[in-house]
Nanobody, 122 residues
Framework: QVQLQESGPGLVKPSQTLSLTCTVS??????????WSWIRQPPGKGLEWIGY???????YYSPSLKSRTSISRDTSKNHIALQLSSVTPEDTAVYYC??????????????WGQGTQVTVSS
């Protein structure tokens, strides 16, 4: 059974870079047809997809966040990482990592981490 666990600072100052890690167990991040994603939910709002890194290491980002986002991976540790630069209080959210799988109708997210709260404040 796949498990995902997010980790990182819970408080980030404005203009700094938010850095989170998602450790994956029960599956390899290099398994074919895997799209390891970051998704967030600001308080009182819906889910927002940030981007993903796929099984060959290619990355895809939300156009609205692309200029500030970097997703990378460490295959030796089986984890993925998110960096979001120049953060503002509007980046305050619960951040999730999720496993995406394409079952023929597009990529669907079938496993999620528990989420980690990140607050941007001075």
């Amino acid at each position: 059974q796949v498990q995902l666990q997010e980790s990182g600072p819970g408080l980030v100052k404005p203009s700094q870079t938010l850095s989170l890690t998602c450790t994956v167990s029960g599956d390899s991040i290099t398994t074919t047809n895997r799209y390891w994603s970051w998704i967030r939910q600001p308080p009182g709002k819906g889910l927002e997809w940030i981007g993903y890194i796929d099984y060959i290491g290619a990355t895809y980002y939300s156009p609205s966040l692309k200029s500030r986002t970097s997703i990378s991976r460490d295959t030796s540790k089986n984890h993925i990482a998110l960096q979001l630069s120049s953060v503002t209080p509007e980046d305050t959210a619960v951040y999730y990592c999720a496993r995406g799988v394409n079952r023929g109708l597009g990529v669907g997210f079938d496993s999620w981490g528990q989420g980690t709260q990140v607050t941007v404040s001075s």
